[in-house]
């Protein structure tokens, strides 16, 4: 093998390695073996500043982390409002990145509008639809025309007081069990209470029952039930029933207690009801009903009852 190519190998050859030796390691640690003072000198020079030392890459970095306990308010104020000065700098030059995705816009007239916000308006529309048309409570008026007294008609229908009563208890909705005070049919009445009821959703509208969800404080006492009387064979209360995209002409029957009452009274207690819809319903499938929001149906103040016509 020829020298030039010992010469060239020779760092990566397995001969240059060996094993320490032992001996002028222990002489390295003598005391006796150089002089401290001159072995420690330069690095002494070094650190109290004597003598300058070649920096390199590393060093010079060093130089961007400034001590700040080294300057005062002033000037790190200053050099706040310079770092903010470059980092605007640095946004102004930076190109603006393309709109992607919903970030888009669509013109729309003479504008553009993010697709995002048109999905959001969309999304409004479409949850406030469903809304509508399985939840919404239906539209209503009072008609004060057709309301009127039965004054032909027995109020407690054929039963004796203690019997209607517990008739009442279990298929109308009693307002004041207190306002049942009377064993004499004389002093009730009932009025027949006429509402158009317009039913907006395409699905069946279902009311089982109505029910006095305010009165005049003057008049608690006196208001005993609230009912439709649509009934079954057996007397059962089934209510009403509003096809979808249609509207009925509905009756809510009122029983007062008119005791010491005049008429005025009897029409200002009427006139201050205010009538709601109870477990209304709307049908989704031919056996499946989903519930709806009340309606709440005052009375007309243009209703004229008497107790005696």
């Given at each position: ?15 240059s390695i060996s094993t320490p030796d032992t ?287």
């Amino acid at each position: 093998m020829d020298n030039n190519y010992r010469r060239y190998n020779k760092k990566g050859s397995m001969d240059s390695i060996s094993t320490p030796d032992t001996d002028k390691i222990i002489a390295l640690s003598d005391p006796k073996f150089g002089n401290k003072d001159d072995i420690n000198s330069k690095a002494d020079k070094i650190f109290i500043g004597e003598q300058r030392v070649r920096q390199d890459r590393f060093d010079r970095a060093t130089k961007s982390y400034d001590d700040v306990s080294l300057h005062t308010a002033e000037e790190l104020e200053q050099m706040r409002r310079e770092q903010e000065n470059d980092l605007m700098r640095y946004a102004a030059k930076k190109p603006a990145q393309a709109a992607t995705g919903l970030a888009k816009g669509t013109k729309i007239g003479h504008s553009y509008v993010k697709r995002s916000t048109i999905v959001k308006l969309v999304v409004i529309l479409v949850v406030g639809l469903l809304v509508l048309i399985f939840f919404f409570p239906p539209f209503f008026s009072s008609n004060a025309d057709m309301s009127k007294v039965k004054l032909d008609e027995d109020p407690f229908e054929g039963m004796g007081m203690t019997d209607f009563k517990t008739y009442a208890l279990s298929n109308y909705s009693v307002y004041n069990e207190n306002a049942f005070s009377s064993e004499d049919p004389e002093n009730y009445r009932v009025a027949d209470l006429v509402f158009t009821i317009r039913n907006t959703s395409p699905l069946e509208l279902k009311i089982p029952q109505y029910d006095v969800f305010r009165v005049s404080g003057d008049y608690k006492d006196k208001i005993c039930y609230a009912s439709s009387m649509i009934k079954d064979s057996e007397g059962k209360v089934v209510g009403d029933i509003i096809p979808g995209f249609s509207s009925k002409e509905v009756t809510v029957r009122v029983m007062v207690n008119v005791s010491d009452m005049d008429d005025s009274q009897f029409d200002d207690c009427v006139s201050s009801l205010i009538i709601a819809t109870e477990g209304a319903q709307k049908k989704i499938t031919k056996s499946a009903y989903i519930p709806c929001i009340p309606a709440f149906m005052p009375v007309s103040n243009n209703i004229t009852l008497s107790l005696t016509d």
